[in-house]
């Protein structure tokens, strides 16, 4: 809770990712040319694509500042589980920072000319996918943590393993669009959700316990 | 118990790895080099020639070894990986950072020989499907791995490279069958390897000549690297000085 309001208090860079998402979203119309039929067929793809990136905007140095001030000591000190304190960390990191461009992702997809049905579907993929791929990124930024420059090298890391949510995520949509059933899909991103909750946080917890030498 | 386990000790000890690995070098660069010039000659002088691709097809004496490699090369690292974070073995450090750069180049050459194949096969050097851009991930993941390490303090970046390969071979399949789906859902009109009769024994046999000898090459560049980087860690060290002066008289 701590860590949403902080975040809350540091407003700008809460923000950041959403605005790149939407500058992001913004750049594809005048790079492909604002024919209505091509934006349509592609919106899917360019929202996940967009909020891909800007959840990388998001995890950056997300550990870094807990390793150099010593406030991952006190963790690893606490009665607390590490793995826990992590993925509270986490959590509170994609609420201040991802859940914005959740609720911007709809939006985008209606200006880009999707019905307000498939806008919608968009909207529960991007919630259900995002935290997965939150917590994958989280294990790169976690691993991460010491390196002097990280950003760049980050995306190296962690977008392969994004993959299959884009895959999902953007695909669902798209089926959508063409009039499919997605309860099968949805339930596969879900599935994904479930799993990277119960693995990752363990992970991540032990990827810094390796940084910081414990 | 303990008499069972010792073969698997002693294989934590540098100096018994950089002797007897030199042995197993010696035997892998042989074996191998055997194999490949007969699974070679073979392929590409004798065996018959496809009746629909005709001659280009020969390239697969190549391409089906590397490809397959690659992806044993990334399980076998992530397995080392596994033994490093679980045994803390240090010599499992050493195999991962001695595999990551010939996996890499032979991931690389898989793709490549693949588009060359592809261009009068297909038509095309490069199509969206989904055994290509899963070896195209597997190409980053290596170099993933592979620029972890030097980003992060020599003390830690050993275990978080292993770290980073175990999460990643938990994703392959993961990522493989999500591809899988993705290409099946876009691509209709699908360029499909052309469908070829069951390959007579004069193919295949020599096919399979080829994997096992570019296996045991792998084996021997994997161990030469290995080796070397046993003696630049090991440089102080009582053994290395003694081998490295018997063999340059230094």
Known sequence: MRDVALNWNDLGAAMRPVMFFALVAVSFPLGLGADPQLLREVAPGLVWVAALLSVLLALDGLFRDDVLDGTLEQWLLSDLPLSLTVLSRVTAQWIAHVLPVVLMGPLVALGLGLTFDTALILMATLALGTPTVMLLGSLGSALLAPARSGSGLLGLLVLPLFIPILVFGAGTTMAYAGGAEVSAQMALLGAMFVAALSLLPAAIAAALRIVTGG | ?250
């Not at chain 2, 386990?5 to 055997?34: D, E, I, M, N, T």
């Not at chain 2, 990551?100 to 490069?126: D, E, R, S």
């Not at chain 2, 990643?168 to 859902?185: A, D, Q, R």
Request: hydrophobic content about 55%.
């Open chain 2, 1 to 250: 118990m303990a008499r069972t386990w010792q073969w698997f000790h002693r294989w934590g000890s540098p100096p018994h790895v950089f002797h007897a690995g030199r042995q197993w070098q010696l035997g892998f660069g042989v074996a191998g080099f055997a194999l490949l010039t007969l699974g070679w000659v073979w392929g590409l002088a004798f065996a018959p020639v496809d009746y629909q691709q005709g001659n280009s097809y020969r390239i697969i004496f190549l391409h089906v070894p590397v490809a397959f490699l690659a992806q044993s090369l990334y399980m076998a690292m992530a397995a080392a990986g596994l033994v490093l974070l679980v045994w803390k073995m240090k010599i499992a450090d050493l195999v991962i950072q001695a595999t990551l750069p010939i996996g890499a180049v032979i991931t690389f050459l898989a793709l490549v020989t693949g588009a060359i194949w592809g261009k009068p096969t297909w038509g095309t050097y490069w199509v969206w499907d989904a055994r290509l851009t899963s070896m195209l991930i597997l190409l980053f993941l290596y170099l993933g791995g592979m620029a972890l390490r030097p980003a992060l303090p020599s003390d830690v970046a050993g275990r978080a490279v292993a770290l980073l390969l175990v999460v990643g071979v938990i994703n392959i399949p993961i990522i493989k069958y999500s591809v899988e789906w993705w290409n099946t859902l876009h691509q209709g009109a699908t360029l499909k390897l052309t469908e070829r009769p069951a390959m007579p024994a004069s193919m295949w046999v020599p096919l399979v000549i080829s994997i096992l000898a570019m296996y045991c090459l792998a084996g021997f560049w994997v161990l030469q690297r290995l080796r070397t980087l046993l003696l630049l860690r090991e440089s102080k060290a009582k053994w290395a000085r003694e081998w490295v002066g018997e063999k340059y008289g230094l």
